[in-house]
């Protein structure tokens, strides 16, 4: 299954390194919102240090959405899906390689974003590269893991480009607490526990929203 | 739908049971201790003031009384006498000093002119409650009556495409 | 057609009973229940507010299990019910979001607070507005109902964990104003008027949803019909 997963996977990433549409537009998208919300306060203001976190998962949020529409769009409209399920694969390995593009893709964007960031807002990012990383791995997970499913939903409406959002952002709001909240915490370098305490509910929302997942992608899929 | 409008009509007879007077002066009886805790018997100059909220900094209202009468810790004044009371919101806090004494009361909970504004609240509540219930209810009953009539026109255009087959 | 016959009794006899306890809780709340030390009179939304919010998570709570069922079972009847709980829960949320802040105006001075119950239920009810919102996007009724399932079923998943992170951030901002203390040591006729209350918000949910369920099925019987003529 892995092997399958990998070929699923391995085309999208190919089909997107040869047009680098979405991965240009979410990473422009998420510094034009970074430099936008700037303006938003006076300038090098301590408003804008304790806003930072919640800014920079706003920012990955939207930019996310833009790449998770794109998941099965071109699947539905040039009736690529109907292809893959053709094929004798399982249907959650069509979701598990979906996933894993929209993660990797996000976290890319992060990665790139992140630096920017961190010197527009004067944040220390270093001292706590690896946790931050943490914090960004699992709530990607979480994005992607709910993004997937959602947009292969919501593709399917009449006003796409609404619908994800709609769904998304109440769902969304466990994780969007767990990143903000932790990342606040790391950068103010609190005690590990209040950390881990924001942790655990990303955690657990990944973990329980992937099994869910994994169990209703098939009747989201089929005809 | 109809039941709903008499229980809704029988509420405002209610509601004039549980309805309150407006008052301009506010009539308070209050305890006064000294600091060791002991009820404080004698005349007192007492500080009332008014805040909106449990921790504000400025009061909106303030009067001073002079030689209170204290029986035992007990006492009551008439606050508005002095300086008129004329709160239009709906909940204040009383902060009562006592400086000759260094005392300072806690800030208590008080209505600003009488309950009455706290019920037009409840009634408002109350009335949006039953007006929603109602009217889906009512627009409920609609779609039934709405939706039998079609089946009707249906089975009888069926009955005629069965008829001419 | 012969099946409603019973079915419209049983609907009338819970209609009654609704009356009936409707009438007696009224008195309760009104007349019997004392009133509140510190709030007052407006103190009574209490005995309509919770047991609104009490509806609306059990409608959710309906939606969840039949969303389940009809992916399971493939039986259009669920998938009635679970629409017609969505509906019927929605408004009670919307009372609920109405209530509170009318209640909040004359105890708090303020219209609205982030505590845990109303924040709750402000994503409660956009979970609620994206399932009917969902529901009517959605071209193809059986994928519509498919759909919506799917989302039912995340989104009753999902609100323990709003509660749980809601409530851990509430730890670290609490709230300024002084709090309602409506469970705290309720005298024992408001605890009657409230679990009242309670029970007869209950049997209106169980009116409300026969009620509605019996409109859903109707409505597809229209359709299934005009599709049948179609041809």
């Keep these: 299954m892995i092997s399958k997963v990998g070929a699923i996977l391995w085309k999208d990433i190919l089909s997107e390194y ?6 240009g537009s979410m990473v422009v998208f998420s510094l034009l919102v970074s430099v936008i919300f700037n303006f938003a306060f006076p300038p090098g203001s301590e408003l804008m240090r304790e806003a930072a976190p919640g800014i920079l998962w706003m920012t990955i949020i939207f930019a996310s959405l833009l790449g998770l529409n794109r998941s099965f769009v071109y699947e539905v409209d040039k009736g690529c899906l109907q292809g893959l399920m053709l094929a004798p694969v399982d249907r959650n390995v069509i979701y598990l390689s979906k996933a894993l593009v929209n993660f990797i893709f996000i976290t890319l964007v992060e990665v790139l974003v992140l630096p920017v960031f961190s010197i527009f807002f004067d944040l220390n990012v270093i001292n706590s590269l690896l946790q931050i990383f943490l914090v960004l791995i699992l709530s990607t997970a979480g994005v992607a893991i709910i993004g997937t499913l959602f947009s292969a939903i919501s593709v399917n409406t009449r006003s796409r480009e609404i619908m994800l959002p709609i769904m998304y952002f109440p769902v969304f709001i466990p994780v969007i607490f767990g990143a903000v909240q932790s990342t606040k915490a790391i950068l103010q370098e609190q005690p590990w526990s209040v950390i881990w305490g924001w942790l655990r509910i990303v955690i657990a929302f990944d973990v329980i929203f992937l099994i869910v997942a994994l169990l209703t992608f098939e009747f989201v899929i089929e005809e | 739908m109809k039941f709903l409008l008499v229980l809704f009509i029988s509420f405002v007879g209610l509601v004039s049971h549980t309805s309150a007077q407006v008052a301009r002066l506010v009539h ?11 009820h404080f018997t004698g005349a007192a100059d007492l500080y009332f003031s008014i805040y909106q909220r449990p921790l504000s900094e400025t009061p909106i209202w303030s009067e001073q009384h002079k030689n ?9 004044v008439l606050l508005g006498s002095q300086n008129p009371l004329n709160l239009s919101f709906y909940e204040y806090f009383l902060e009562v000093r006592a400086d000759a004494l260094g005392v300072k009361g806690p800030r208590i909970p008080i209505a600003g002119s009488g309950y009455n504004f706290r019920l037009k609240f409840l009634f408002a509540a109350y009335t949006i409650v039953w007006l929603a219930l109602f009217l889906y209810m009512l627009s409920l009953a609609r779609r039934q009556k709405k939706i039998i009539a079609e089946l009707e026109t249906l089975a009888k255009v069926r009955t005629r495409a069965e008829a001419t087959k | 057609m012969k099946a409603t016959t019973s079915t419209n009794r049983a609907v009338v006899l819970l209609g009654g009973a609704l009356l009936v306890a409707m009438i007696i809780n009224l008195y309760l709340i009104f007349m019997l229940a004392p009133e509140e030390r510190s709030m007052g009179q407006v103190q009574r939304i ?5 047991p609104s919010a009490w509806v609306a998570f059990l409608a959710f709570f309906v939606v969840f299990i039949a969303s389940i069922f009809y992916l399971w079972k493939k ?12 509906e019927i829960g929605v408004i009670f949320a919307t009372l609920v979001l109405i209530t509170g802040p009318i209640w909040a105006r ?11 119950r109303l924040t709750l239920f402000l994503v409660l009810w956009f979970i609620y507005l994206a399932y009917l919102m969902l529901r009517s996007f959605v071209e193809g009724e059986e994928r519509a109902a498919r759909f919506a399932a799917v989302f039912g079923i995340v989104g009753f998943l999902d609100v323990p964990l709003v509660y749980v992170s809601i409530r851990l951030w509430r730890d670290i901002h609490p709230s300024p104003v002084i709090a309602g203390g409506e469970g705290s040591g309720l005298h024992p006729d408001m605890k009657l008027a409230f679990f009242f209350s309670l029970f007869t918000f209950t049997l209106l949910f169980g009116f409300l949803l026969i009620y509605r369920f019996q409109l859903q099925k109707s409505t597809i019987a229209v359709s299934e019909i005009k599709k049948q003529l179609a041809y």
């Design chain 1, 18 to 23: 040869r047009t680098k549409e979405m991965l």
């Design chain 2, 28 to 38: 308070y009886q209050g305890m006064l201790k000294t600091s060791d805790g002991s």
């Design chain 2, 68 to 76: 209170v009468e204290v029986k035992d810790g007990h006492y009551e």
């Design chain 3, 46 to 50: 209490f005995y309509f507010h919770v």
């Design chain 3, 75 to 86: 039986d259009r009847t669920y998938d009635m019910v679970a629409y017609s709980s969505a």
């Design chain 3, 106 to 116: 004359p105890v708090w001075n303020t219209w609205w607070e982030w505590t845990p």
